[in-house]
């Protein structure tokens, strides 16, 4: 069985646990997780924060379970845990929604917000102030399907669970190779890996772990160096490599150094293909030579890390789109999950690589984006465009 700590949480299938207060969510997440994940209490509110597990289910793999806020919380931190809950909302690939005669008409509002995002849900009938058979052929009966009655206490309701859950995994849930579609068995890739005052000490950063080990379950053989050991590596090797990943920010010098039968490529746009729609990322670098001194853009960082140094998304790309629009132009930049519900005030979004974060939490970016008719694209996509080589970048 894999490791529980060992698949990162952005490759995890996030199942997420809705409804209102009291309802039972917690008691659910607990009979789930064959543990006691969240507090279960009779207390209104009990659940503040989301409250996330990584765990192996079954023939489910590896997943985060997320306990919610009861949607219909009160008062201005009431409405700051339901903004919480709706942030898991955009994170989850299945909904557990717990339905009762606590807040019936929040329910079904919540359903149609699932089935608007095209998120599959579980439809749960949880704690019931009065009949709960009654509460079933209510729900039963507007949902026009059945909907699971969960008896905690009963020795078969986890493996209920369970399976109603299996029925729900979206086809082609696993992400795919993040390589596969560039190289072939026997290639030989160089990685190109820049070792500087924003790079981790000790350690290698999340993409560049997960290209490797992608490149070796596509039997590549894999070379890693740095800018400056670039041309030691090749060097050293009898034919150029058939693909070089590079890190963003040394895309020109990489570029200027790679043999010509290499193609050139970088981690943020291989996991931007990955996570993202690399076709409306291309489509908004269109933008960018039509910035101008009154521009507004947006720098949406994935982490939520403390700059250094020449952090790229910080202080490189604020410096590359003064240099291409003018020092006038107006720049927000935003980490973690903070992200503006109302976008039109930018004229163009720049997203970093989304490692951190699921496919479907960046793909409802790209949603709300596309709704908005906001132009969006990615770190790398952006760094290749002025460094220009956009057009012979591999994607």
């Not at 700590?5 to 299938?13: D, F, H, M, Q, Y």
């Not at 439809?123 to 709960?132: A, F, Q, Y």
């Not at 908005?372 to 760094?383: D, E, H, S, W």
Request: charged share 25%.
């Amino acid at each position: 069985m894999t490791d529980q700590n060992s698949t990162p949480s952005a490759n995890r299938l996030t199942i997420g646990f809705f409804g209102a207060r009291n309802s039972g969510k917690s008691t659910l997440v607990n009979l789930l997780a064959g543990q006691d994940v969240a507090i279960v209490s009779d207390v209104k509110g009990t659940t503040t924060d989301p409250v996330s597990k990584a765990i192996e289910l079954g023939k489910l793999g590896p997943c985060v379970l997320i306990d919610t806020a009861g949607y219909d919380d009160e008062g201005e931190l009431g409405k700051l845990r339901v903004e919480k809950t709706e942030l898991a909302a955009e994170k989850s690939d299945i909904a557990v929604l717990v339905f009762s005669d606590l807040d019936e008409e929040n329910d079904f509002k919540w359903l149609a917000r699932f089935k608007a995002k095209k998120t599959p849900v579980l439809p749960v009938i949880g704690r019931t102030l009065g009949d709960g058979a009654a509460v079933k052929k209510r729900v039963e009966a507007r949902l026009g399907a059945p909907a699971v009655k969960i008896e905690p206490n009963e020795s078969s309701a986890r493996e209920t669970l369970l399976r109603e859950l299996a029925r729900l995994v979206p086809e082609g849930f696993e992400l795919p190779s993040i390589t596969a579609s560039l190289v072939a068995e026997g290639d030989t890739v160089l990685l190109v890996m820049p070792q500087d005052a924003s790079a981790p000490k000790g350690r290698l950063i999340l993409p560049q772990v997960q290209t490797i080990r992608d490149l070796l379950d596509n039997r590549c053989t894999a070379i890693c160096c740095t800018p400056a050991g670039m041309e030691s590596a090749l060097s050293a090797l009898k034919e150029p490599p058939s693909l070089i990943i590079t890190d963003s920010q040394a895309f020109a010098e990489v570029y200027e150094k790679k043999p010509e039968k290499s193609r050139p490529t970088s981690f943020s746009v291989l996991f931007a293909a990955l996570k993202g729609d690399m076709d409306y990322y291309m489509e908004g670098a269109k933008i960018i030579p039509l910035l101008t001194e009154h521009s507004r853009v947006l720098i949406a960082e994935c982490c939520s890390h403390a700059p250094q140094g020449e952090d790229i998304g910080r202080v490189k790309l604020p410096k590359l789109l003064k240099k291409i629009a003018g020092e006038g132009i107006a720049i927000d930049i935003l980490g973690g999950t903070d992200f503006p519900e109302d976008l039109t005030p930018y004229s163009l979004v720049i997203q970093c690589g989304a490692c951190m974060f699921n496919r479907k939490y960046v793909l409802s970016r790209i949603d709300r984006a596309k709704e908005q008719g906001v132009p969006m694209t990615n770190y790398g996509v952006f760094l290749a465009y002025a460094n220009g080589i956009l057009d012979k970048i591999s994607v």
